[in-house]
């Protein structure tokens, strides 16, 4: 079975820190792929990030990090010098593409609120 | 390049009553979902679609709802007769190659609020 736990429910920090966001994972498949999404208070869900399971390389975009690690099975996301506009709900995804039926399994989320 | 649309983007609707959702998904995407989210859970797949055929209803509770895709573009999704515990966001997405494809990635719409009363 497939299943992507954020154990974080809520985080609340005040503009400028860094957080970081956990993302713990568990599939039977050898390749598969994770993603981070963003779901701002519109409701649509903006693709963030992808990562295949053979890639085991952090990735930096701007404030943005993450950090995949196979020996734990995490795919944590950090945001650095937080600002008010990265308030959202943070979703972990994986897609095991044999076992998990190529579906894309959610976490629960992470609400993330930026204080000024 | 426009996102994917999704009408109505919200609905408000007494239980037993019918209600259809409508999905315009990104140009040229051949695969469409429908998923379901419910308060402070993450999105569940409902139905998917590679071009007009449903490749994965497996989790659509077939004896109320229901899903289209005609020409394989845009898409329906109905829910006759509605119950209270269909209050959800329903979220349709697309991605631009058959799933399981190594660069398959989905982008989602804004999504429908239902509330069902």
């Known amino acids: 079975a497939q299943k992507v736990t954020q154990a974080q429910t809520e985080i609340s920090v005040v503009e400028k820190e860094d957080v970081t966001l956990d993302c713990v994972y568990e599939?039977?498949?050898?390749?598969?792929?994770l993603f981070w999404y963003k779901q701002p208070p519109s409701g649509e869900l903006v693709f963030l990030i992808r990562?295949?399971?053979?890639?085991?390389q952090n990735e930096i975009s701007g404030r943005y990090s993450w950090n995949f690690q196979k020996s734990t099975s995490s795919f944590n996301f950090t945001i650095t010098a937080s600002q008010v506009v990265d308030s959202a709900v943070y979703f972990c995804?994986?897609?095991?593409?044999?076992?998990?039926?190529?579906?894309?399994?959610f976490g629960q989320g992470t609400r993330l609120t930026i204080n000024p | 390049e426009a996102g994917v649309v999704q009408s109505p983007r919200y609905k408000i609707i007494e239980k037993k009553q019918p209600v259809a959702f409508w999905c315009n998904p990104i140009s040229g995407h051949n695969t469409l979902y429908w998923y379901r989210q419910n308060l402070g859970q993450g999105p569940e797949l409902l139905i998917r679609?590679?071009?007009?055929?449903?490749?994965?209803d497996s989790q659509l509770p077939k004896d109320r709802f229901s899903a289209e895709r005609l020409k394989g573009v845009d898409s329906t999704l109905k829910i006759q007769p509605a119950e209270l515990g269909d209050s959800a966001v329903y979220l349709c997405?697309?991605?631009?190659?058959?799933?399981?494809?190594?660069?398959?990635?989905?982008?989602f719409g804004p999504g429908t609020r239902l509330l069902v009363l």
């Open positions: 995804a994986l897609r095991g593409i044999i076992q998990g039926a190529q579906k894309l399994v």
């Open positions: 599939t039977r498949d050898t390749t598969y792929y």
């Open positions: 990562r295949n399971s053979f890639d085991e």
């Open positions: 997405a697309s991605s631009p190659r058959l799933a399981g494809g190594p660069e398959e990635t989905q982008y």
């Open positions: 679609y590679e071009n007009e055929e449903a490749v994965d």
